[in-house]
C-alpha cells in the first residue's frame, strides 16, 4: 500500500483548515454565532465532524480561529502598506486607508467579527486584546517618533479607531470603512501630539 507523502498530507489538512474558516465566516455571517452549528459548518465546508474536530475543540475554537486569521490579514494589509520613505503622519494615513478598504471588502465578515466576538466572554475579550495590542505595537513601529506616542496611548488610538469602525456597522456603512481614514488619521496624529 502506497502512503502519502507528508507535504501532500500537509495540504490537504491546510486545505480543510481554510475551508472550515471559510465555512465558518459564511455561516456565522448568515446565522449569527450563537445560532451557527458545526453541522452547519461542516456542511458548507464539504468536509466530516470528524475533520473539524481534528483542527478545533469546538465552534467557538473555529470563530476564534478565524477571528485571528482575519485579523493577521488586515494586519499585513498595514504593513504592506507602509512606506518608510514618506514622513510617518503620511504612512499612518495611507496604512489606515489600505486597512480600512481591507475591512470594508467583507462587510458581512467585520461584522461578525467585530460584533459576535464579544458573545465569547472572557475568552473572546482575550483574543480581542491580543489582536489590539498587535495593531498598537504596529502603530508604535510605524511612528519613528516615539516621544509622544506611547504604548497606552497607541492602544488608544486603536480603542478609538475600533470604536469608529462599530458605529459605522452598527450605522449599516460596513462597506464604506475606508471613508473613516481622515478621522482615524487625526486620531492617531493628536494622541502622537502631532499638527493636524
Not at 478545533?56 to 498595514?78: I, N, P, W
Not at 499612518?92 to 467585520?110: F, K, S, T, W
Request: charged share 20%; glycine share 6%; with cysteine.
Amino acid at each position: 500500500m502506497k502512503t502519502r507523502e507528508p507535504s501532500h498530507v500537509d495540504e490537504t489538512q491546510n486545505d480543510h483548515h481554510s475551508r472550515l474558516l471559510e465555512a465558518m465566516a459564511h455561516v456565522a455571517a448568515s446565522q449569527g454565532l450563537a445560532a451557527a452549528s458545526i453541522a452547519a459548518v461542516v456542511a458548507e465546508a464539504g468536509v466530516s465532524k470528524r475533520t473539524f474536530y481534528e483542527h478545533f475543540t469546538g465552534k467557538d475554537d473555529c470563530f476564534l480561529a478565524l477571528y485571528r486569521a482575519a485579523s493577521a490579514s488586515a494586519l499585513r494589509t498595514l504593513r504592506e502598506a507602509v512606506d518608510p520613505t514618506q514622513p510617518w503622519q503620511d504612512q499612518v494615513e495611507h496604512a489606515l486607508g489600505a486597512y480600512l478598504a481591507h475591512l470594508a471588502a467583507g462587510p458581512q465578515l467585520v461584522r461578525m467579527l467585530f460584533v459576535e466576538i464579544h458573545q465569547l466572554g472572557e475568552v473572546g475579550a482575550a483574543v480581542r486584546r491580543e489582536v489590539m495590542q498587535s495593531l498598537a505595537d504596529f502603530m508604535l513601529e510605524t511612528i519613528q517618533d516615539r516621544s509622544a506616542l506611547t504604548p497606552a496611548l497607541a492602544m488608544a488610538a486603536v480603542g478609538g479607531i475600533h470604536e469608529l469602525v462599530l458605529q459605522a456597522i452598527e450605522r449599516g456603512e460596513a462597506a464604506e470603512l475606508e471613508r473613516l481614514t481622515p478621522g482615524a488619521s487625526v486620531v492617531v496624529r493628536l494622541l502622537a501630539g502631532a499638527q493636524k
